[in-house]
């Protein structure tokens, strides 16, 4: 498939996602004119924190590390974006620039739009904006889970805890109590994102593989028991 046929079948499936449901045809070609597609490899930088926030994303496929420091260097969020979804929300209508740096963890496909456009355009239509409200408190509710469940002072609890939202956020059910993620994340990956040691992470895993609990096999994560990885959540 050429570049451009790619380009083009990606825009037409962005314009057909429910997210944009309530855009009218002429709505939807208004936005076409205003969409662009590029892809990443693993590795390169969307953005980094503090650069002019000149684009909004819509991310087509694979996954993105999302990564922000406090001014001192003594607080570092990690999170991900997965699926079929905009990014960046926060800052919508206020930001010059962006609150934390993205960075590809597989190769992706995007489409993006120029931050002043899609602002104005979002203002111009009711109805997407308040879909876009109602993404953004889902949104809004993981991050708040990250931040709640993250900030204990054990790094075993922050392993499983980390675990156990993977699980929930990039988890796709396999059967009633088996769900997988699609995407390779490493052991240091997982140590990052609890903020503990490589060893902690792999021991935490070791374990958890031993009791039946969970799959780890070429870098994919199985939750071979949801209910036990949902607790934590509770």
């Not at 990564?67 to 969020?77: I, L, M, P, R, V």
Request: with cysteine; glycine share 4%.
């Amino acid at each position: 498939m050429t570049r451009l046929l790619r380009s083009t079948t990606a825009i037409s499936s962005f314009l057909d996602d429910p997210l944009l449901n309530h855009l009218s045809p002429l709505e939807k070609e208004k936005l076409r004119e205003h969409s662009y597609y590029r892809t990443y490899a693993k590795g390169q930088i969307l953005f980094d924190n503090g650069d002019a926030r000149d684009r909004i994303y819509f991310l087509c496929s694979g996954l993105i590390r999302i990564e922000s420091d406090d001014q001192q260097a003594e607080f570092t969020y990690i999170d991900y974006i997965s699926g079929r979804q905009f990014f960046p929300y926060g800052g919508l209508f206020k930001d010059k620039s962006y609150r934390y740096g993205a960075e590809a963890l597989t190769p992706i496909e995007v489409i993006y739009i120029p931050t002043t456009f899609f602002e104005s355009f979002v203002k111009d239509n009711q109805n997407f904006l308040i879909d876009m409200y109602i993404h953004l408190s889902d949104v809004l509710y993981y991050h708040e889970l990250r931040v709640r469940h993250t900030t204990t002072s054990s790094a075993t609890d922050r392993v499983m805890q980390s675990l156990a939202i993977w699980c929930r956020d990039l988890g796709v059910t396999q059967d009633q109590d088996k769900r997988g993620i699609d995407y390779p994340l490493t052991i240091i990956e997982l140590a990052r994102m609890s903020g503990t040691t490589r060893e902690t992470a792999s021991r935490v895993v070791a374990q958890l593989k031993k009791e039946g609990k969970l799959s780890y096999r070429q870098k994919l994560f199985t939750f071979e028991d949801i209910p036990y990885f949902e607790k934590f959540l509770d």
